[in-house]
């Protein structure tokens, strides 16, 4: 068997098939094996769905293991891939970063065949798996240094037509929030890589802090609906339960949406997520990590919005982002 | 000023005093302050709350700084001293574990001075602290790869007597458990090393997961009711309501009450701490990370009883622990 990345099955067999995708190895540590599961029922919408990218969220993978119990069953067309976890090494370590390269699987795409682990994963993902699809579900979450509103979210996309087509199809997840979201560096993003294919992406955020069977019920929802958009499988579209609301919003953050922390200290949340809040709101409380040189501070919203996503308790640096208040979105 | 770990200030001054317990610097860091608030009104018990030993474990900071608002007016008698972060390197990078020398706290007292950084402050603590005072409690929580229920804990201790005494002073907490943990490894603990001197050590696991408000509510009015039980402050103690209950039962956990995963792979909880459980109930699924070579396994409860921890949504190894179950405790 070649000892470089390759399937050890055939995607284009119909029906349902089970395998690996080899990732070689290389200097750093030994050829790993990720499960996939293909499951091809002929013409029809093509997608990858891919969960366990960063390690410490760990809603994706459940929720993808969960899709290989019914949808097989379900499916009527399309082709459907599914890797539950991307990261192997990085889900046994619950860290974000894989533990041997410290690298942040999400930054490095395409990837390089002769790189280091993370860079080997995301060559693999590029060469094999990506040419067999037109759209991407990365399934991710806050993991447990965010509260994260369920929401469906893409990056802004300089090319209108694409940005307006991966907006439908997150708002097709019919989450509590759709969000476009400007970050500071999308460089070597599996989302951007995606898109600069002209292919639709869109990264489910599915909670964060404590994984409970809620989150993971509203996420096992929201991928159905989008399945549903696609005419993957039948059925009736549902809003998901969150706090007893069934709704969606469509919203958009800037950078200047974020709220930073003004020190360094132990941030204590004052909010929750989906809270709607108005200027000077309380959103939390920053305790200095020395008390007797200074005193606690309030940290208050500048803004009206819903809280989309606040830190969990912990120690944040100066200027380091606690919440993110995003504003409506017409497009 | 002396290098060597010291005070920066007189404990026995009368009154509400601000200061430093200076930890001296060694080979491989810096000196470092720990902020010490001293509350002495004479006469009655003495008491060293200490916080933040393991960085991850943020409840007890915040409700130690907490204390420092209201305590100061409410005291009647004796002496608090009260240390909110005993670890700020290990509070800055939420870890567990310091990460400069990657020691645990709790697990190396009484602590060396010639040693590193975390020896240094265990010797500071040991040998500046302690000696003022004949009660400690040491304020702990699950962090957040623990879903922990709000108690108050002791380990076994062989001396009959000092046993009842803390039991009887970890009851006062009022939480809904007081547990006797059997440790499978307790050298160095911080509660070992008090113990051993013949004074009363209780360690508050002030719940775990993600920190929210209910959870710092119900730590906070514990320690207020063992304030009051000791005479430091007057008032009622009253249990603190968890899941609209207000109930406090006494259980003991020996080393087969922990429930350990049969193999490696992703935890996922069905329990909540608190749940009452029978053989056969459900405490979590265990997801294998290849589900083509072994299905996922569902793993219950061998006995009954109420859930005191069950472990988060994270990769476990085969034999790690997952619950722990403990059993009714008569003394």
Known sequence: MSKTSHLTFDLDKPGT???HLFVAKGADCEALSLPVISLNKGGGPRL???A???GNELEG????RRLVDWLPEAQTCGRVIIVPVLNPQAVQAWSRNTPIDGLNLNRVFPGR???SVTERIADAVSRLLLPMVDIVFDLHSGGPRWQFAPASTTHPIADADLMRKTLRMAEAFKLPLTLAWEGPDTRGMFDTFVQSQGKVFVCPELGGGSVDAAALTIAEVGIRNALIALGIVKGEAEYPTFRQQKSSRTVETLE???LKSPASGIFEPRCSVLDEVKPGDLIGILHPMDPWSSS?????SHTTSIVCAVKSTLHVDENEVVAILPRPLDL
């Open 113 to 115: 065949a002769d790189g």
């Open 48 to 50: 990858l769905i891919t």
């Open 17 to 19: 098939s089970r395998g």
């Open 296 to 300: 606690a501070l309030e940290i208050r």
């Open 52 to 54: 366990g990218s960063h």
């Open 256 to 258: 200047s949406d974020e």
């Open 61 to 64: 993978p459940i929720v993808a």
